[in-house]
T-cell receptor, first 119, second 114 residues
Framework: AQTVTQSQPEMSVQEAETVTLSCTYD???????LFWYKQPPSRQMILVIR??????QNATENRFSVNFQKAAKSFSLKISDSQLGDAAMYFC????????????????FGQGTILTVHP | DGGITQSPKYLFRKEGQNVTLSCEQN?????MYWYRQDPGQGLRLIYY???????QKGDIAEGYSVSREKKESFPLTVTSAQKNPTAFYLC?????????????FGNGTRLTVT
């Protein structure tokens, strides 16, 4: 079974600064997808960024980028020019690739990291 | 607009009562999922379903039951056998054949049992 670990329960950053959230995972699979979700106080789950394991290029979405190290099974999220609206709980998640099978497309989540942004 | 609707947003029950949480989606997704969220913990998978009339236990299925009679609906029943039912419950759906597509989540139901 796959596991996802976020070792930072809480992080803080000054507005306009850069912060990196860590995530490691354990899997024996070679093909999979990784996601970062944001959960603001409204508790709505919002997709931040996704990475396909077979792609070596790190994904980028505006101020959000990832550092994907497949051999090290590491998937960190970098938030540049942090904004007050970035304050939220961030979850790293793993999804097996391939249709059908026993995974059913389910996501396995890490424990989450609470990000505080100071003005 | 397509999306997932969970109802109610807040639910209060007395200990010993069964309670059913509703989840409806109009995204035409085959797969649906129920997750539980507790403070300081990530989302844990309760049950999931790939097609109508088929569902599988997740990591913490004890004390819960589900049904999938329609593609659009995946209700979750929290039974009196669930020892710690107070939690935040999230329903999600996804496309099984497009795994780079993210799961779509509802807004959640906060269940309080006293």
């Amino acid at each position: 079974a796959q596991t996802v670990t976020q070792s930072q329960p809480e992080m803080s950053v000054q507005e306009a600064e850069t912060v990196t959230l860590s995530c490691t995972y354990d899997t024996s699979e070679s093909d999979y997808y990784l996601f970062w979700y944001k959960q603001p106080p409204s508790r709505q789950m919002i997709l931040v960024i996704r990475q396909e394991a077979y792609k070596q290029q790190n994904a980028t979405e505006n101020r959000f980028s990832v550092n994907f190290q497949k051999a090290a099974k590491s998937f960190s999220l970098k938030i540049s020019d942090s904004q007050l609206g970035d304050a939220a709980m961030y979850f790293c998640a793993y999804r097996s690739a391939g249709a059908g099978g026993t995974s059913y497309g389910k996501l396995t989540f890490g424990q989450g990291t609470i990000l505080t942004v100071h003005p | 607009d397509g999306g997932i609707t969970q109802s109610p947003k807040y639910l209060f029950r007395k200990e010993g009562q069964n309670v059913t949480l509703s989840c409806e989606q109009n995204l035409n997704h085959d797969a649906m999922y129920w997750y539980r969220q507790d403070p300081g913990q990530g989302l844990r998978l309760i049950y999931y379903s790939q097609i109508v009339n088929d569902f599988q236990k997740g990591d913490i299925a004890e004390g819960y039951s589900v049904s999938r009679e329609k593609k659009e609906s995946f209700p979750l029943t929290v039974t009196s056998a669930q020892k710690n039912p107070t939690a935040f419950y999230l329903c999600a759906s996804g496309d099984l054949f497009s795994y780079n597509s993210p799961l779509h989540f509802g807004n959640g139901t906060r269940l309080t049992v006293t």
